[in-house]
């Protein structure tokens, strides 16, 4: 049997890896209790980065191949094309997260369908082709996931 898939896009670029990890876990659980696998970028790197102290590059790390430009485009590529769902977190951005804004393209490009979690107003990502490309729109984790559940197909 495959398993649902959602695949946990966000900013990733100057927050800290515990700030990137953090929301990506706690959905992920609360996912599982319903048999949809969540799906972070971070997943296979989590061993490396997490003795990263300093805010995450955006340019990547290039000594490492999963780490490396190249590598986090290969690979988030994939996830996101073969995910049955996008969960998008923009809660509190201060900036743009370009690779997240590429990563609503993949996705709407093959039709997955988005679920973006923003604030009313205020966010650097409220944008007309953003808003447009997601077919939903909620202001919190919890309302994301409880959508999420309700159109997961058995």
Same mark, same amino acid.
């Given at each position: 049997?495959? /398993?649902?898939?959602?695949?946990?896009?966000?900013?990733?670029?100057?927050?800290?890896?515990?700030?990137?990890?953090? $929301?990506?876990? +706690?959905? +992920?659980?609360?996912?599982?209790?319903?048999?949809? =696998?969540?799906?972070?970028?971070?997943?296979?790197?989590?061993?490396?980065?997490?003795?990263?102290?300093?805010?995450?590059?955006?340019?990547?790390?290039?000594?490492?191949?999963?780490?490396?430009?190249?590598?986090? =485009?290969? +690979?988030?590529? $994939?996830?996101?094309?073969?995910?049955?769902?996008?969960?998008?977190?923009?809660?509190?951005? +201060?900036?743009?997260?370009?690779? =997240?804004?590429?990563?609503?393209? $993949?996705?709407?490009?093959?039709?997955?369908?988005?679920?973006?979690?923003?604030?009313?107003?205020?966010?650097?990502?409220?944008?007309?082709?953003?808003?447009?490309?997601?077919?939903?729109?909620?202001?919190?984790?919890?309302?994301?996931? /409880?959508?999420?559940?309700?159109?997961?197909?058995?």
């Amino acid at each position: 049997m495959n /398993k649902f898939k959602v695949y946990l896009a966000g900013p990733i670029a100057g927050l800290l890896f515990e700030d990137c990890i953090r $929301w990506r876990n +706690k959905v +992920k659980k609360e996912l599982k209790k319903h048999g949809i =696998t969540g799906i972070s970028p971070l997943d296979p790197e989590s061993i490396r980065l997490k003795k990263e102290t300093r805010p995450m590059n955006a340019l990547g790390y290039p000594k490492d191949p999963l780490s490396s430009s190249k590598g986090i =485009t290969a +690979k988030d590529r $994939w996830y996101c094309t073969r995910a049955d769902m996008l969960l998008v977190n923009f809660l509190g951005a +201060k900036q743009v997260s370009l690779g =997240t804004v590429i990563e609503i393209g $993949w996705a709407d490009a093959h039709r997955i369908p988005i679920v973006m979690v923003m604030e009313p107003t205020g966010n650097p990502h409220d944008h007309a082709m953003i808003n447009e490309c997601a077919g939903f729109r909620v202001t919190s984790l919890e309302e994301a996931v /409880k959508l999420i559940k309700s159109m997961m197909v058995h």
